[in-house]
């Protein structure tokens, strides 16, 4: 869908840029799709695994160290993508509209930006206040959300029981915390960053996003204007 995305919008070949990398999974797909990859993300750990999944395959990818709200590159990038909801991860709007702004700089003339996004709606009535368990072979997991309306963030709770060498299983806990987005917040958030909104989706199809959707995809166009920074 995100390769089929890029070619849509004429972005065939050349450097792509992946904000929110993680350990690398997107980022070595497309690199696998002929692009040339840069990944940024600010979790060494993470980074770490990307790296030696690099260097096993043999794949010629760029990971840096940096904040997606304050990243910085030597010159620009023919696209930029941004998904696996990381930008919920954002505190506020404000940030949204910053990690654009810094898109739109680093962006060849026309290039495209794709992120995605998880809705308030998600959020809000389909995983609130709910228990999601599975039971694996050689993992189980309990995932506990909390949705908190007045704050508009959504407190997930994730235990996992990893299976040990010995067949015993070892708990750990991770805790995250997102911001439920509307379509009205991301067009804003567009615009304030100077950026030309071309469409945004319903995920995995080409249907009208809403905010019954949800996850939405957002594809923006760079657009000059006055005082951009060229580096």
Not at 45 to 56: N, P, S, V, Y
Not at 108 to 136: L, N, P, Q
Not at 151 to 165: C, D, M, T
């Amino acid at each position: 869908y995100l390769t089929g995305l890029l070619k849509e919008y004429e972005v065939d070949d050349g450097l792509v840029l992946e904000l929110g990398c993680g350990t690398g999974n997107a980022t070595r797909l497309l690199s696998d799709a002929g692009y040339d990859m840069i990944g940024v993300d600010n979790a060494p750990d993470m980074l770490e695994i990307a790296l030696e999944k690099k260097e096993e395959e043999g794949q010629d990818i760029l990971y840096l160290c940096q904040d997606m709200r304050e990243f910085e590159l030597y010159g620009t990038v023919n696209a930029i993508v941004c998904v696996c909801d990381s930008i919920n991860y954002l505190s506020n709007t404000d940030q949204i509209t910053t990690v654009f702004s810094l898109a739109n700089n680093y962006l060849e003339a026309g290039g495209i930006f794709i992120c995605d996004f998880k809705t308030k709606h998600y959020f809000r009535d389909v995983v609130a206040d709910s228990v999601i368990a599975e039971d694996r072979d050689d993992v189980s997991f309990i995932w506990d959300n909390y949705y908190d309306e007045e704050q508009n963030v959504n407190e997930l709770a994730l235990s996992l029981f990893l299976k040990e060498e010995d067949d015993l299983y070892r708990k750990t806990q991770e805790f995250h915390y997102q911001i439920g987005l509307t379509c009205e917040d991301m067009i804003r958030c567009v615009e304030q960053a100077g950026m030309e909104l071309l469409a945004m989706y319903d995920a995995f199809t080409h249907t009208p996003a809403t905010d019954d959707s949800e996850r939405v995809y957002v594809i923006a166009r760079e657009k000059h204007h006055e005082g951009k920074l060229y580096i």
